[in-house]
């Protein structure tokens, strides 16, 4: 006899995975659908010629509840942490300079001018009310602190978050916590002081972590953990709205192996980036579809090289560069994957991965690969003092990698919610919701499994 309680989760990405994985630990009799051959969506760890490649994040930050996930799935053995104190790099006039990571370093350092630091030191002296209008991160942070800091650390750094444009950005979306402590402190460095005392551990920043087998480890691990309920190669056509026994239920129509299917379940979650789920739920609720449809999402490539150690004139030691826009550069950043985790590349190889495109450059990802390749190459040559070709390498394009918190991305995520509530049963999780990185999606396809579990106990 089929359990009333019966879940389907559509899309094996990691919020997916997550949530379906939560579910099961509830004793909710759940299935996971993945349109593709494999789980993990973006996060995909590659082996070629002896080195170790990541298509999407490179690393995540060690929170609490993505290392519980990790002991729940058996993997602690597997976990790798980056030096806390590796440098990181900006690209200023052509030169690599080190971005400092403490507020002493960031006033003695002459990455920013004089003017620039005195608006840091006064900032908590001084007390500023946030517009009542939504406000982009780039009108933020040059009302606070100026536009030196908006261009070479902000943007940058948006850009490798989100690979998106701050003008667009929404501050309330993308760090609702820089405008909460304007409003109640009247100033974002006051706020983080006291949340500093209040917390009173002193904590830095949560680990840089990957796995021996790269990032793509842990959604293998969550799908052999959950077996027979994740079928992968799974493609839904949709959802449809039923009754049973008198009872709200959703009728999955699918397509496996060739052969047409249907779930009928109690409740539904869906765990695919929001185009894909508006495409699901249109003909259900034609305003929940256009909202799901108002999320953009920036194109992303992203370029995997090995060099030979003899090749590089710089040496690479730190988690890698951050290049702004005014630079005149095409790629975004680099990231130094064996200077951060060990057995990424043969001994006396080293691997580093670039992306490019992104909001404010999204024709990238209609190149030809050799081509995109060809301009990364090009352009870390001159930063790092490469000589020759890499010996091996990799390119993906992403035409949607990353969802676009820009202005207004509240009123989309409320108009989900609102839809969320006109059909009771259905659920959604996903890295447009509460923020891109795997931390993030991890905790809240826990939460939303934990939602599913309250909705059939009310």
């Not at 509240?410 to 989900?416: D, N, T």
Request: with cysteine.
């Amino acid at each position: 006899m089929t359990d009333p309680r019966q879940v389907v989760v559509i899309g094996a990405g990691i919020s997916g995975l997550s949530c379906a994985l939560r579910l099961k630990q509830l004793g909710l009799p759940v299935t996971l659908l993945e349109s593709t051959g494999r789980a993990g969506g973006l996060a995909a760890s590659v082996h070629k010629d002896g080195c170790l490649f990541e298509s999407g994040p490179q690393s995540f930050q060690g929170t609490s509840p993505i290392f519980e996930v990790i002991r729940q799935v058996g993997i602690e053995e597997e976990l790798q942490k980056a030096d806390p104190d590796a440098p990181r790099f900006v690209l200023q006039h052509g030169r690599l300079r080190k971005i400092p990571m403490s507020p002493p370093a960031l006033l003695a350092s002459s990455l920013l001018g004089a003017g620039t630091r005195w608006k840091i030191v006064s900032e908590p002296f001084r007390r500023t009310t946030p517009p009542n209008a939504e406000e982009s991160v780039a009108n933020f942070v040059r009302r606070k602190f100026g536009h030196e800091i908006l261009e070479y650390l902000v943007a940058p750094f948006v850009s490798g978050v989100y690979a998106g444009d701050p003008e667009k950005l929404s501050l309330r979306a993308a760090f609702p916590t820089l405008e909460e402590w304007e409003r109640e402190y009247g100033s974002v460095l006051r706020g983080a002081m006291k949340l500093r005392a209040a917390d009173g551990k002193g904590a830095g920043p949560p680990p840089l972590c990957s796995f021996r087998g790269g990032v793509g480890a842990l959604p293998r691990a969550i799908g052999e953990k959950l077996g027979e309920s994740l079928q992968v190669g799974a493609s839904v056509a949709g959802v449809q709205r039923t009754q049973r026994a008198g009872e709200n239920s959703y009728e999955v129509r699918f397509s496996i192996a060739g052969r047409e299917e249907s779930r009928q379940a109690r409740a539904v979650v869906v765990a695919t980036p929001a185009y894909a789920g508006a495409h699901l739920v249109e003909r259900m609720s034609a305003p929940l579809a256009r909202a799901l449809s108002g999320i953009a999402y920036a194109p992303v490539a992203v370029v995997a090289a090995a060099y030979s150690d003899k090749q590089f004139g710089t040496v690479l030691e730190g988690f890698g560069i951050l290049i702004p826009r005014s630079e005149k550069l095409r790629t975004l950043g680099t990231v130094w994957n064996s200077s951060l985790f060990p057995g990424r590349a043969p001994a006396g190889m080293a691997v580093i991965t670039s992306f490019i495109g992104g909001a404010t450059d999204p024709t990238i990802v209609g190149m030809a690969e050799n081509d995109i390749a060809a301009i990364v190459h090009q352009e870390n040559a001159r930063l790092l003092k490469i000589s020759e070709e890499p010996v091996t390498s990799v390119v993906w394009r992403h035409t949607k990698a990353l969802p676009q918190y820009n202005l207004g991305h509240g009123h989309i995520i409320e108009a989900i919610r609102d839809g969320e509530r006109a059909n009771p049963g259905l659920f959604f999780s996903g890295n447009y919701l509460e923020g891109p990185s795997l931390g993030k999606c991890v905790e809240q396809g826990i939460r939303t499994a934990e939602a599913v579990r309250d909705y059939f106990q009310s």
